[in-house]
Structure formats: structure tokens, C-alpha cells
């Protein structure tokens, strides 16, 4: 979140995750624009029907498909566009076009390769991949004070905490003051009420069914094991400089106050609004300014009752072990990122219950060395050996 705050002209923007949920709505937001962005660019895993009505709408000529068998359909149906394949065609999609924002929506830590590009190239970063910063925080935040770039927060309660601050916990030289602490809000899941039996013996469909928000499976599945918050957690430490002490969590089934910040003489603001992923999106595309919306509005006629709850970390220990990965540092994000993505890969595919994801990842904490983050390389093979050790594991048993 450094450089000059002066954004002029218009902008030319690549989308990756484009075919998931933030990736859609990051398209309408552009729509909604009008001449502000220009989309050069999208990046897809595997959605080519999606991604090939996406080119075709908005008159891009630079696409990528994670799924390289599918390159040729896409370039068939996409006849005068350079289409890059493979697992690395995110990152040689971004190192090939000029753009100066890039919406970073790849789940996972499969978008950090194409992410990192990005900031070296001095292209701002609206960041709705977490993983990003999860899994090498350590490196992701000098090479944005290097590269003098915006790292801008989609997630809606890093947009949250974003919005405020400006003009509130922030020195000229953009760094925070005056804040004690901020609260990240959770809508608790579905499993907010059941007990810690029924969550440990959950169904793949009961996982999913998330009463607030409608995202992909992956992120529906880490909202359920309260993994999700855990992992924003860590983001928060990173994008805001905060200690692990400096960053609550509180449940708010409504969804409607997004995160707070309190500051030293016990103020406490919040940003508040529809659960509407349209809204954090269009603010790090327009920030500092801020532009019509085309998100829902909030009907204050049916608003009554705003619930909060203290998490319980016995039901939901993902969050403890948050606290742990910022206190250990290095690779730890790495490793725990990993061991939460196989093992949620493994759960929707039915071969583990949906208890043992957390475990798994923190049993991958237990077990591998967390290492000093030297370079990508180093946070790759710590994902890597926690992914062995998943596997490893659910083999044996």
C-alpha cells in the first residue's frame, strides 16, 4: 500500500482467477467504469467457455488457460489472440502485456508466480489472492516498497480496515499510527451453532451450503472450518504491519459491518454494507477516489439486529494456529497454506472427514522445518513438502 497516490487516465487491467467469483465481479465493476479501465488481459484455470465469452465481450487479444489441454479449443474459438498454456501461462501472460493494475483472483498459492510478476513490472495489485501474502509475506512487501507500487485489499474486511484508515491511522509517509488493534469479521459459516461433533463428521454438501456468501468450493470449504478468517489473519499482518496481538476476530453472522479499527483514544470505526464483493473491488480499482457503485445498496428500512460473538477456538482451532504461523514466521505461511489446500482438495473428493483438515495443517506446521523466505523458490519447495506431507499422510491412514 505505498507509492503516489495520483492515478490518471485511463488504465489497462489484466484479470486473473477471471471465470471465479471475484473475477466476474471485477468484470462488471470494469463495465460499470465505463472508459476508467481498459481490460487487456484475463487468465483462467480450467472455465474455457467462460473465459473465451470474457475475450470476446471486452475485445481482449491476451489470454491464459492453466489447463493446457484446453489451449486449443480456446484458440480456436479465439483465432486472433495470443493464448498462453500451462501452469506457468498466468505469470508468462502478465510478464508479456503492459498494464498498470492487475486484479489478482487465482485461488491458491498458484497465483503468487504471476503476482510477483506483476509487482516487478510496477503494475498496481488489487489483491484478492491472500495466499499471496500468507505464503510470502516476507517477500512480497520489500518488493513493493521496491517497485513503489499499490498493494490494494479486495477481500472485504482488509478493504474494510483499508477504507478506515485513510485519512485516520496514517502517517504522510504512509505508515499506521495511533491504532491499538482491528477486529476482522467472521459470518461464523455454516457451522456457527453446531457442535464440535457435527462439524468433525460435516458432509462435503453441508460444508458447502455457506448461509451469506456465495463463492467457489474451495473458499466455501475454508469459511467452514473458520480456516478462511485464520488465513486473513495472516494477511492482516502483513498488508497492516500489526502484531498477531493487534488482530481480533469477532463473529457477525449479518456480514454487514466488514471489519473495525480501534484506535488509541478508543475510538472504534467500522465500514459497513451489503455482503457484496463488488463494492472492496471497485474501491482498490478507483482508490483514492471513489466512483458511482454498482453493488447492492444497503436497505436501512430491514436492517434491526447487528450480532456479534466471541469465536470459539476449541470448535474452529484454524484461528489458533494463525497466531502461530505469524509468530514463527519464514515459511510457515507457506507450509500452512499448502497443508490446508491439499487437504480441502482432499475432503471435496471424499477421502478424508471434514475434521482432519485442520488438522492436517497444523500437524504439516508440526512437521516440517519452517524456513527463512530467501526467495520464491524457498516458499515453493515449503509448499511443496507440505503438500507431500498431506498426501503422505492421508496415504498411511
Not at 60 to 81: F, G, M, Q
Not at 354 to 371: E, H, K, N, P, Y
Request: one cysteine or more.
Amino acid at each position: 500500500m505505498s507509492g503516489d497516490a495520483n492515478r490518471p487516465g485511463r488504465r489497462r487491467l489484466i484479470v486473473l482467477g477471471c471465470t471465479g467469483s471475484i473475477g466476474v465481479n471485477t468484470l462488471r465493476v470494469a463495465e460499470n467504469l465505463g472508459d476508467a479501465y481498459e481490460v487487456v488481459g484475463l487468465a483462467a484455470g480450467s472455465n474455457a467457455d467462460v473465459l473465451v465469452e470474457q475475450a470476446t465481450k471486452f475485445g481482449v487479444d491476451r489470454v491464459a488457460i492453466a489447463n493446457a489441454d484446453l489451449a486449443a479449443s480456446v484458440r480456436n474459438r479465439l483465432p486472433n489472440a495470443t493464448v498462453y498454456a500451462g501452469p506457468d501461462a498466468a505469470e508468462q501472460l502478465v510478464r508479456d502485456t503492459d498494464a498498470e493494475t492487475i486484479v489478482a483472483a487465482i485461488v491458491g498459492a498458484a497465483g503468487l508466480p504471476a503476482t510477483i510478476a506483476a509487482i516487478e513490472k510496477g503494475m498496481d495489485v488489487a489483491l484478492a489472492n491472500k495466499e499471496t501474502l500468507i505464503a510470502a509475506g516476507e517477500l512480497v512487501i520489500p518488493l513493493v516498497k521496491k517497485h513503489g507500487v499499490h498493494l490494494l485489499p479486495v477481500d472485504s474486511e482488509h478493504s474494510a480496515i483499508f477504507q478506515c484508515i485513510q485519512g485516520n491511522g496514517q502517517g504522510s509517509n504512509g505508515s499506521l499510527r495511533g491504532i491499538k488493534r482491528i477486529v476482522l469479521t467472521a459470518s461464523g459459516g455454516p457451522f456457527r451453532n453446531a457442535t464440535r461433533e457435527q462439524i468433525e463428521s460435516a458432509t462435503v454438501e453441508k460444508a458447502l451450503n455457506h448461509p451469506t456468501w456465495n463463492m467457489g468450493p474451495k473458499i466455501t470449504i475454508d469459511s467452514a472450518t473458520m480456516m478462511n478468517k485464520a488465513l486473513e489473519i495472516i494477511e492482516a499482518h502483513w498488508l497492516f504491519g500489526l502484531t498477531g496481538e493487534q488482530i481480533g476476530v469477532i463473529i457477525h453472522p449479518q456480514s454487514i459491518a466488514h471489519s473495525f479499527v480501534e484506535f488509541t483514544d478508543h475510538s472504534v470505526l467500522a465500514q459497513l454494507g451489503p455482503p457484496d464483493m463488488k463494492t472492496p473491488i471497485q474501491y482498490a480499482l478507483t482508490w483514492p477516489e471513489r466512483a458511482p457503485g454498482c453493488s447492492a445498496e444497503m436497505d436501512w428500512t430491514k436492517l434491526s439486529t447487528l450480532v456479534f460473538e466471541q469465536p470459539d477456538f476449541e470448535r474452529f482451532p484454524s484461528l489458533r494456529h494463525a497466531y502461530r504461523v505469524i509468530d514463527l514466521g519464514g515459511t510457515a505461511g507457506a507450509i500452512f497454506n499448502a497443508a490446508n489446500e491439499a487437504a480441502v482438495a482432499a475432503f471435496l473428493d471424499r477421502r478424508i472427514p471434514f475434521g482432519r483438515i485442520t488438522t492436517l495443517a497444523a500437524s504439516a506446521l508440526d512437521a516440517i522445518d519452517v524456513q527463512p523466505v530467501r526467495d520464491l523458490d524457498t516458499v515453493l519447495a515449503a509448499d511443496r513438502a507440505a503438500r507431500a506431507f498431506v498426501a503422505a499422510e492421508i496415504t498411511s491412514g
